[in-house]
């Protein structure tokens, strides 16, 4: 469960079916819309980059971990922060594209009480 603000953390793991990519990607999409290009409300790629060594050369796909999305995270695809409170489904997507390699899985983001219950 989240709220609006909280960090949101996202675990994933390729699923070894083809050779990850540095563009395979993270995106976020409301629930019940359908995933296209250039549309999630949030998206990342998961890559590291040794840029000292390599500045263009020196991408490397990541095949597991967490990527926390928040205020203070460098995004490639922040649309805008806080995302609304609503249901979401977060997809792991190969190379640029929307070939879903896992999920949707489903994320709510819930409003923040603006007062105790009495």
Not at 4 to 22: L, Q
Not at 51 to 64: D, E, H, K, M, N
């Amino acid at each position: 469960m989240y709220w609006v603000n909280d960090a949101i953390e996202i675990k994933f793991s390729h699923n070894g079916a083809i050779t990850p990519t540095t563009t395979d990607w993270i995106g976020i999409y409301a629930t019940g819309v359908t995933p296209v290009l250039g549309q999630a409300d949030i998206w990342a790629y998961l890559t590291t980059c040794d840029c000292q060594v390599a500045p263009l050369r020196g991408f490397t796909p990541v095949t597991s971990g967490v990527i926390t999305v928040s205020s203070s995270a460098s995004m490639d695809g922040m649309q805008s922060w806080p995302i609304i409170a609503q249901t979401y489904d977060v997809y792991y997507f190969s190379s640029d594209s929307i070939n879903i390699l896992a999920g949707p899985v489903s994320i709510t983001i819930y409003d923040v009480p603006t007062s105790a219950p009495r």
